[in-house]
């Protein structure tokens, strides 16, 4: 079935309906990852968006139960080159399509998406709509008249509805769940955490009553002003110095708790080829990203920041470090799912902390006398 | 990590001579680095015996040092030049072998000279096997179960142990030679001998097979500070089983999942950390097509075939890269040279598909066997580009010259359905057309998989094809939509218009009618994610273009294909000085090619690259989009000759020589008729329509005659018949002769052969040489040693020669490069042939004389003369020295084909010796060219009886050398007679010790072999011939080459003395 695309700024696209034929709008961006269509849908942050994929062959290995970042597609609908209708793999369960049409997505496939990723480039990213209604005309008009989807509701349809609790782990650990990707929760278990998820809305005092050794701020969708809410938590949590890692939209929240600013980049960073430079060790890994913002680098208070990672590209701020407190942030995701593990090595920094953290509050409880 | 300034002087080793496992794609390397490093302030030198290559141009290094590639050789150089550094990891197997022999030598540590890139270390834990596998145990990356053996009776003992089928790879070998699957005992036995023969230190792998799982590659770069990263993912369709080298590959993978994509990249990442490689390395993996288990399968600890396709895949120049980490650059500190402002330490994103095929050299030897397994069979490989599979696939198959267009082939729809079982069995170079014609007959893809082993992805892409072309033909009319979907699945204008029953012109005119269109996308390195600079397109149909043509002036150069027999690496070297010579005279130059092994589709080379099949229709979409000037021909070998005519058809101007001129010289009868009116001798003969008339033709001239096919060039089968016998099998079992399919016989002159290349503006003629053949003719001139200037020929002759070369380049209205090939028999000069073109030995000639042929050339095209450059017409006066360029053969990687040497050419590469006088520049030739040259010792001798008489006085030569003569009955009984000691051995299955035992025994220092006509000894032969192939042992079919090399033998003492050609010129 025939359908369009259509963006705010006029230009239209025609291809074929895939998944649900209907109509869907969001923010279009696009991901250069070559592998991973299903982590990438099903990644919360990408709520409110349309993914355009630069890779022209989509659903050749089929989708499965397992690589799923969450239960279900955030994303507002998918736009491809060409999509298999006989993936062949192991793991496979089903075509892409139907799990397309499954989760209720809108997608178009046929569409010259290299075209569209330059355009997108060159015009950065605006919202569009995808429909299968074969009236063009109107379909722009519409999508001229479409208003960006952020707002603090964003966060709030990903985020879970309240704390809950993976057993089965030595290290108390909490997880603030902004949008959490599968994979962030179960690095931690794998190194032994015991993961409490609570809503983007807890506070400190909610955060701190599960006595974490570590708090995590994890990735989620949308503008980073829009969760500013969640600030005061992460202030909490920091003057309890209890150790810290943000990751991406996390990072962008300890940067705010850290006084710096956010400003949104013109087409933003998504795919698994990103350059980053850790200053401390110069080194460069290649690294999984999925954002639309960065914390500015002179907007921090340097007493406290010290920028620790900038991307090869085009120098954004890509990790962040508290200089006299346990905390650390890092734009990119070293979860990876899709993208490389090269940096995996971050959840076991931050396990370091973690141990060092629960080495000395059991020290401290057995002495009974609080250092500070 | 800034750049070692101590590393004033390095040096670079070259990959020798072309050959099957080995090719171009180390030019390309070789150049990339020298330039890289010359970026740097770094002064060069370079040693490469091969001249075909643009490295070795005088222009590329400082100091260029066309020796033999011999730890001798390039001691002596080290010696001399004094360099800081080595960069060995650029030459391929060869250039790492020879690094490795010069440290164990020890040169390295006497001379203070510092391995760059990967240490020594590291290619030692690559390379040897033991090492590799504790190595990998270590960082627990499996490999399969597996035993270094030194024996037959070790690797029959191990495979007691673990059981079949069994993969046998020999240590320390060109392409995997002599490897190979064993199903049984016996098989191991006889794969165990061959391999360990072949390996330099005597070992073999002996390994659990895991033939049938997908094969998946990564290239993979780290620097000095450990940052890594991996190029590009490839996934062969052919899976495990088939040498990589000959499989069809596919990149990015395409049926791996990110959660396999990345356990394998994060593996390769561990190995090369775990290796210590500083530059390029290539990693194999198999994969359980049915879980997540996989093996490390092979690791290169340099750049490779693969890599030089990843660079072309991708846009990322890995050489480049590999050589600025050996100068001491980390990965962040060098520039992405596409975007001009990312860094090169990122990992590209396509977002398109690219296939390459590899092009196999069944067409000219027909007796070979075709099937597929571990020992690389290809000379050469094409690539293509495309949004999806199926146009990739299609642009590939056409870039072959196969006279393949699509999947299906109508010569496999008379197989039954067990004789295409059969084949898809066997694995050979025609499988994807067998699978084709299934898919035809709608065996189900699932059926096809478990047969082949070729994923169900792939198969559906292929089914996806044949069942449009069935579409397409089912249906009368067309619609606009059938036929978009039909171009955006690859399918050509040619094969359309085939389906149709209509001229190609008409379809073509038709589908623009249509509004379909071609357009051209760039090769980024970041799927558009960033703004990119380098100018290399591919195109596709009905998409954006994003091709931005300038106003500039333009001409179009087109390239040569893939390398095969008879089209080789020199044609690329005449393409990319043509490029140049375009740039330096102000204009834009354009290629157009499709081999990603070479120089000429590095984008770098051109101000733009088309990298697309050498077709009528993808160079015309291109002319149309881009409006160059006129396109030049002359360059590209037959690919680009052939497509003279049509394209000036099509309103090109063909930039050169016309296209009528082309044809007076390519059409039999206009050129004689032309020879005729120029009063210039040629050998008579006269065209055959039918048997009898070829028998009638054959006896009026007399016996010898040549025969050969006229619809085809390069000499392919083309034969010397000396009977009537003869000639009836000839015209049974190697041609089939009619009206539209006539043969040719030609007298056959038994003389001296000689070669004469020529730049011509119209109005002079410039012959920077002439080149005369130690072979007598009757040897294609291919494989002929060459020899300039000419030792033996008068000086009446050659000023004949030079007359006769400007008579004939002058009234063919010569613009550009023309070679002669002329005969001097009786004393008198005979022309053979007129290539309007440049030939193979213009790199060759270019170098010793320091004359740029293919710049003349080019300018001559773009409206220059001779005299407006400086020079005058005529021939050359020779520098004081004497070049020899001498052919390398491939027979050892190709069962079952003739090595003996005829008029159809065999060689896959040559080597240049170059020297002052000849004796020393033809051992130079011989060492280049892999020739141990024996001094004593013994040697076996089998003479045909026509040669008997001539055979005599060398036979008694060697004899007086103190050589051991062996030989068989006839030629024992001969040389006993003629008072020559002799000692008879048995020939095959007439005794012991028989020839075979003697050639396995492993103590001959040479074999001269030559052809005896007639069934029984003609087995005979081939397989004596065949054995010292197999086992190493060189194998002279020529008595000119035989006589040649005893006079090395006799007269070439001490060492050999180097000199760079620079010094030369």
Not at chain 1, 193 to 205: D, F, L, N, Q, Y
Not at chain 1, 310 to 328: C, M, S, Y
Not at chain 2, 115 to 135: H, V
Not at chain 2, 1021 to 1041: K, M, Y
């Amino acid at each position: 079935m025939k359908a369009y695309l259509c963006l705010a700024d006029g230009k239209i696209f025609s291809g074929e309906s895939i998944g649900m034929a209907d109509e869907t709008s969001g923010e279009v961006v696009f991901n250069t990852s070559m592998t991973g269509y299903q982590e990438i849908l099903t990644d919360p942050s990408y709520a409110g968006q349309i993914i355009v994929l630069t890779y022209p062959l989509i659903g050749n290995y089929g989708v499965n139960s397992t690589d799923e970042e969450s239960p279900r597609i955030a994303a507002k609908g998918l736009i491809i080159k060409e999509l298999c209708n006989l993936p062949s793999n192991y793991r496979s369960e089903q075509t892409l399509h139907r799990y397309l049409v499954k989760h209720n997505i809108v997608g178009i496939k046929d569409i010259d998406t290299r075209a569209l990723t330059k355009h997108l480039r060159q015009s950065g990213t605006m919202m569009g709509l995808i429909s299968a209604e074969p009236n063009p005309e109107e379909l722009v008009k519409r999508a001229k008249a479409l208003k960006p989807l952020f707002g603090p509701e964003l966060v709030k349809s990903v985020t879970c509805k309240s704390a809950y609790t993976l057993e089965n782990g030595e290290y108390p650990v909490v997880v603030v769940d902004y949008g959490a990707k599968g994979n962030i929760v179960q690095s931690l278990r794998n190194l032994g955490c015991r993961v409490t998820v609570v809503p983007a809305t807890a506070s400190a005092e909610e955060i701190l009553s599960f006595k974490p050794w570590g708090v995590v701020l994890s990735n989620g969708p949308g503008d980073p002003e829009d969760v500013a809410y969640s600030l005061p938590a992460i202030r909490g949590v920091l003057e309890a110095e209890i150790p810290l890692m943000g990751i991406c939209l996390g990072h962008h929240l300890l940067g705010m708790a850290l006084g710096g600013k956010i400003y949104k980049l013109k087409f933003g960073h998504r795919g698994s080829n990103h350059p980053v430079k850790d200053l401390r060790r110069n080194r460069v890994y290649i690294t999984a990203q999925n954002h639309g913002y960065a914390v500015q680098p002179d907007s921090m208070d340097p007493e406290d920041a010290e920028i620790t990672h900038i991307n090869l590209h085009d120098n954004t701020v890509e990790g962040l470090k508290h200089k006299r407190k346990p905390a650390f942030s890092i734009q990119f995701h070293p979860e990876a799912c899709a993208g490389p593990q090269d940096t995996d090595y971050f959840f076991e920094e931050f396990m370091e902390m973690v141990q060092a953290f629960g080495a000395q509050t059991s020290t401290e409880g057995r002495n009974g006398n609080a250092q500070k | 990590m800034p750049k070692n300034e101590c590393l004033k002087k390095v040096m670079v080793i070259g990959s020798g001579p072309i050959v099957i496992g080995q090719a171009a794609e180390f030019d390309y390397a070789g150049t990339q680095a020298c330039r890289s490093l010359r970026e740097e302030g770094v002064e060069v030198v370079l040693v490469n015996s091969n001249p075909a290559t643009i490295m070795t141009d005088a222009d590329i290094a400082d100091r260029v040092y066309l020796e033999p590639l011999t730890v001798e050789a390039v001691a002596e150089i080290i010696k001399k030049e004094k360099p800081q550094g080595l960069l060995a990891t650029l030459g391929g197997q060869v250039g790492l072998n020879l690094a490795m022999n010069l440290a164990q030598a020890g040169v390295l540590e006497e001379e203070n000279v510092q391995l760059l890139g990967t240490p020594l270390t590291a290619i030692e834990k690559a390379e040897d096997r033991e090492i590799f596998k504790n190595t990998m145990a270590e960082i627990n990356e499996p490999v399969p179960a597996s035993s270094i053996v030194g024996s037959v009776e070790a690797a029959l003992k191990f495979a007691e142990e673990i059981g079949y089928p069994l993969i046998v790879r020999p240590a320390y070998t060109l392409g995997g030679t002599g490897g190979g699957v064993a199903d049984n005992a016996e098989q191991l036995a006889d794969i165990a001998t061959r391999g360990l023969k072949y390996s330099m230190i005597h070992q073999i792998l002996v390994e659990r097979s895991v033939a049938g799982w997908k094969e998946v590659e990564y290239e993979v770069i780290r620097d000095s500070l450990d940052n890594c990263i991996t190029v590009c993912s490839m996934e062969n369709i052919d899976p495990v089983g088939i040498h990589t080298g000959d499989s069809i590959v596919v990149a990015p993978t395409q049926t791996l999942s990110d959660r396999d994509y990345q356990m394998l990249r994060s593996s390769a990442l561990r190995i090369i950390r775990a290796l210590g490689i500083e530059g390029g390395c290539n990693i194999q993996f198999a994969l359980d097509p049915s879980s997540c288990q996989y093996y490390v399968i092979e690791v290169n600890p340099r750049v490779s075939r693969s890599s030089a396709l990843a660079s072309k895949a991708t846009g990322y120049p890995i050489a480049k890269v590999a050589a600025k980490i050996a100068l001491g650059f980390s990965l962040d500190e060098i520039a992405n040279s596409v975007t001009g402002a990312t860094s090169a330490c990122f990992e590209p994103a396509i977002d398109y598909v690219v296939v390459k095929i590899p092009r196999w050299p069944f067409d000219k030897f027909a007796k070979a066997k075709r099937t597929l397994g571990s020992q690389m069979k290809a000379t050469g490989e094409v690539m293509a580009l495309g949004r999806n599979l199926p146009s990739a696939l299609l642009k590939a198959i056409r870039s072959l010259e196969m006279n393949f267009v699509t999947l299906l082939a109508p010569e496999f729809r008379k197989y039954t359905w067990k004789e295409l079982v059969d084949k898809l069995k066997l694995m050979d170079d025609e499988r994807l057309f067998a699978v084709a014609e299934c898919l035809r007959r709608d065996i189900s893809v699932e059926q096809l998989n478990r047969i082949t082993g070729i994923d169900v992805f792939f198969l559906d892409s292929f089914r996806h094809i044949v069942c449009l072309e069935k579409m397409l033909e089912d249906k009368k009319e067309w619609t606009a939509e059938d036929l978009i979907l039909a171009k955006k699945s690859g399918f050509s204008d040619k094969q359309l218009a085939h389906i149709m029953g209509i001229p190609e012109k008409e379809m073509r005119e038709k589908r623009k009618a249509l509004g379909v269109k071609a357009s051209f996308r760039m090769v980024d390195t970041c799927a558009g994610e960033f703004a990119a600079t380098t100018p290399y397109y591919y195109s596709t149909y009905n998409e954006e273009d994003e091709l931005a043509p300038s106003d500039n002036k333009k001409v179009v150069v087109l390239g040569s294909g893939p390398i095969r027999i008879g089209q080789g690496i020199e044609f690329d070297y005449c393409s990319v000085h043509s490029a140049w010579a375009i740039r330096d005279a102000g204009m834009e130059s354009i290629v157009i090619n499709n081999n990603p092994e070479t120089v000429s589709t590095d984008p770098d080379t051109s101000d733009k690259l088309f990298f697309e099949p050498l077709t009528l229709e993808n160079v015309l979409n291109i002319i149309e989009a881009e409006k160059p000037l006129g396109v030049v021909v002359q360059f590209g070998g037959q690919t680009a000759i052939n497509l003279a005519k049509p394209l000036s058809e099509a309103g090109v101007r063909v930039l050169g020589t016309g296209v009528d001129d082309i044809d007076r010289a390519e059409d039999r009868k206009r050129f004689d008729a032309l020879l005729e009116e120029l009063k210039i001798p040629r050998p008579v003969g006269s065209t055959a329509t039918s048997r009898d008339e070829a028998k009638d033709i054959a006896l009026k001239l007399g016996f010898p005659v040549l025969v050969r096919p006229s619809y085809v060039l390069g000499g392919r089968a083309m034969e010397i018949v000396y009977n009537e016998e003869e000639l009836t099998t000839y015209l049974e079992e190697a041609v089939r002769v009619s009206p539209e399919h006539p043969v040719l016989v030609d007298r056959y002159m038994m003389g001296k052969e000689v070669e004469v290349d020529a730049v011509c503006d119209g109005a002079q003629v410039l012959i920077p040489g002439i080149m005369e053949h130690l072979e007598r003719a009757g040897v294609h001139s291919g494989d002929s040693v060459a020899i300039y200037p000419p030792q033996t020929l008068e000086q009446a002759h050659l000023d004949t020669l030079a007359a006769y070369t400007e008579r004939i380049a002058l009234s063919l209205n010569t613009r550009g490069l023309v070679n002669i090939q002329y005969v001097i028999f009786d004393n008198q000069i005979y022309v053979l042939e007129v290539n309007p073109r440049a030939s193979r030995t213009v790199p060759f000639l270019s170098k010793v004389t320091g004359i740029p042929m293919v710049k003349l050339a080019t300018r001559i095209m773009l409206g220059e003369t001779l005299a407006d450059m400086g020079y005058a017409g005529g021939l050359r006066k020779p520098l004081p020295l004497v070049a020899i360029k001498m052919p390398v053969f491939s027979f050892n990687k190709l069962i079952d084909v003739e090595p003996s040497l005829g008029p159809e050419m065999k060689s896959t590469g040559e080597v240049m010796g170059l020297a002052e006088d000849f004796v020393s520049s033809l051992h130079k030739a011989f060492l280049g060219a892999g020739y141990q040259i024996p001094k004593t010792g013994e040697i076996l001798a089998t003479i045909a009886d026509k040669d008997k008489e001539e055979a005599l006085p060398l036979l008694r030569m060697c004899s007086g050398l103190g050589f051991d003569i062996w030989a068989t009955g006839g030629t024992a009984r001969f040389l006993y007679e003629n008072h020559v000691p002799v000692k008879e051995v048995a020939k095959i299955g007439q005794g012991s010790p028989s020839v075979l035992d003697l050639i396995r025994g492993g103590n001959l220092g040479f074999v001269i072999n030559t052809l005896t006509r007639g069934k029984n000894s003609q087995r005979d032969g081939f397989q004596i011939r065949r054995a010292a192939v197999e086992f190493n042992i060189p194998c002279l079919t020529s008595l000119d080459t035989f006589k040649g090399l005893l006079k090395v033998i006799e007269q070439s003492q001490g060492p050999v003395m180097i000199k760079a050609l620079q010094d030369y010129l």
